[in-house]
């Protein structure tokens, strides 16, 4: 079987890049996921950005014709915010999310550009939680993945070798993310019912969540109606309050989402080389329910990765195209992350 990296990195990514000159001013980036897209253009020079918003731009979800025009419409209203034309950008990265994204690629070059990067939703997380720098990045979202980049050991480029872990999609796997913890509050919620499984607070809640008169019903929905994936993750929130409030199955839940995942993030270690200290940053809605989730995580890296800084990213997942971008024009460290991060908070929390 071959075994090789699951994601390379383009070149324009990789390759020692020349400064740039004053003519790179405009850089835009994209985050599109199975719920939504969000475009943003970045002003170098006036270190201005402006954002543009659209529906979901995950293949998977929603089929190629609609996740490109979700992706165009997002970025036209991002370049209209910032009165320009595609033409003026110096570089545009596209992180989406999807098994594959080669259809969406092509889409794109045909009626944009060849020099617009498109590269999983695993990458932009990677170069949001690292600076696009050796380490690892995990998303734990409605989906779960986890990509890596070790240490380069040649003087012609930064980059090592690259790993992914994960990311096959709920059918098929998207442990440890919001729709594997909805999705198995619901088999607790059943066993529950039959007696193979301990009484839980989750079995009422899923009742309440989505107004089912009963556990049986709620199951005969999954197949017949059938939900759909942005719905079954969406429990996870209550998963969430009850780990909180102390019911053992919803925190036992977590402590195996946070050893699924872990086995993951080891896996990319494996095979990236990493050791020492690097940054292992954990992005997606998932971990916003904190210490319930976080602390196992962490426990579960640091058993085979002892040096390793773990925490959860505060940067918008957008941020991590824009630094790829950055990078793509030779306008690396043209912005620290921290500002970067700050003008993507002002910009969503003006609602542009």
């Known amino acids: 079987m071959n075994r090789d990296p699951l994601v390379t990195l383009p070149p324009s990514l990789t390759a020692p890049v020349a400064p740039a000159t004053g003519a790179a001013r405009y850089v835009l980036g994209i985050d599109g996921g199975a719920t939504k897209t969000l475009a943003a253009v970045l002003d170098l020079h006036e270190r201005t950005l402006r954002l543009g918003h659209a529906g979901p731009s995950n293949e998977d979800a929603v089929g190629t014709r609609l996740a490109v025009k979700a992706i165009l419409d997002a970025t036209d209203q991002a370049l209209a915010g910032a009165n320009i034309a595609h033409a003026q950008l110096a570089a545009a990265v596209v992180a989406v999310a999807g098994t594959d994204t080669a259809a969406i690629d092509r889409h794109l070059h045909a009626t944009r550009s060849d020099h617009w990067i498109v590269v999983g939703d695993v990458v932009g997380a990677w170069a949001t939680a690292t600076g696009a720098r050796p380490g690892i990045g995990a998303i734990s979202g409605t989906g779960s ?21 994960g990311g096959w999609g709920h059918l098929l796997g998207d442990e440890g993310s919001g729709y594997w913890l909805g999705a198995q509050s619901i088999v607790a919620a059943l066993r529950d019912r039959d007696g193979s499984g301990p009484p839980t607070a989750l079995s009422d809640a899923l009742l309440a969540f989505f107004r089912s008169p009963s556990v049986e019903a709620l199951a005969a929905s999954v197949y017949t109606t059938p939900l759909t994936k942005g719905e079954v993750a969406a429990f996870a929130v209550e998963t969430s309050r009850l780990a909180h409030e102390g019911d ?85 460290g043209a912005l620290s992350g921290e500002e970067l991060g700050g003008l993507i908070d002002g910009a969503l929390a003006a609602g542009d």
Not at 147 to 165: C, K, L
Request: net charge positive; charged share 15%; proline share 5%.
């Open 248 to 332: 053992v199955v919803a925190r036992g839940l977590y402590a195996r989402a946070a050893e699924l995942l872990g086995t993951q993030i080891r896996a990319v270690l494996t095979n990236t080389g990493l050791t020492g200290a690097f940054p292992v940053g954990l992005i997606g809605s998932a971990f916003r329910a904190g210490e319930v989730f976080v602390a196992p995580l962490s426990d579960a890296i640091r058993a085979f990765a002892p040096e390793a800084r773990v925490f959860t990213v505060e940067m918008a997942p957008v941020g991590g195209s824009l630094l790829l971008g950055m990078r793509a024009c030779g306008c690396e």
């Open 145 to 165: 993945n986890v990509f890596g980049v070790g240490r380069a050991h040649r003087p012609e480029g930064w980059v090592g070798r690259t790993w992914r872990a």
